[in-house]
């Protein structure tokens, strides 16, 4: 059968597979190379429209490092992940935390580009702003209301953690559905 899509819709499909892998607690080198397609996707399709205004440029600003070096940083493990040409026999270490902030602004540019964000990316972002509660600040609305939705979270093991998470993007297919993959957006 044949596949065809935009890279908007790669993008959000990439990126709802990588959130289910993640709050099903699956392998994390598989979160990160659908995480980190998708956070590249969705930075270039905002940085088309808008030259270095995706949240993925804000990331790369805020590092301190220069352009070059901050993308060799952020797509180290995705590189590794997808080449041994030039390294056959590296090893690659990183904190599996890394994919939750990958996808939470891969989220943030889905937004950008006018969404919509599917059920997966808004139940991520409510369990992600939960978890992390000093993000926004622990007072902003919207953490309150992610808070609301989860006891205590951040006090919870790992493996609780993430069950919270699946249960909770379950519990939203219910309610909602999936939601769509077509991009608000005409030039995308």
């Not at 902030?101 to 139940?123: K, V």
């Not at 992600?128 to 919870?156: C, E, I, M, V, W």
């Not at 093991?157 to 005409?186: H, I, T, V």
Request: aromatic share 10%; net charge negative; hydrophobic share 40%.
């Amino acid at each position: 059968m044949q596949v065809t899509c935009s890279k908007f819709e790669a993008a959000s499909r990439q990126l709802d597979e990588a959130i289910g892998l993640l709050l099903a607690d699956h392998d994390p080198l598989a979160v990160r190379t659908l995480a980190a397609a998708a956070f590249g996707l969705f930075g270039d399709l905002v940085e088309h429209l808008k030259p270095k205004e995706s949240w993925r440029s804000e990331l790369i600003e805020s590092s301190g490092l220069d352009r070059t070096e901050a993308f060799a940083v952020i797509h180290g493990a995705q590189n590794f992940l997808k080449h041994a040409n030039r390294d056959p026999h590296e090893q690659l270490s990183f904190d599996e935390r890394e994919n939750e902030e990958l996808i939470f602004i891969a989220t943030l540019d889905c937004g950008e580009l006018g969404g919509p964000l599917t059920t997966a990316m808004q139940a991520f972002q409510v369990w992600y702003l939960a978890l992390n509660p000093n993000k926004l600040g622990a007072n902003h609305d919207f953490t309150l209301r992610a808070s609301s939705a989860f006891q205590d979270l951040p006090t919870k093991s790992r493996k609780e953690q993430f069950a919270a998470g699946w249960d909770f993007l379950q519990l939203m297919f219910e309610k909602y559905g999936k939601g769509s993959y077509q991009p608000r957006n005409p030039q995308l």
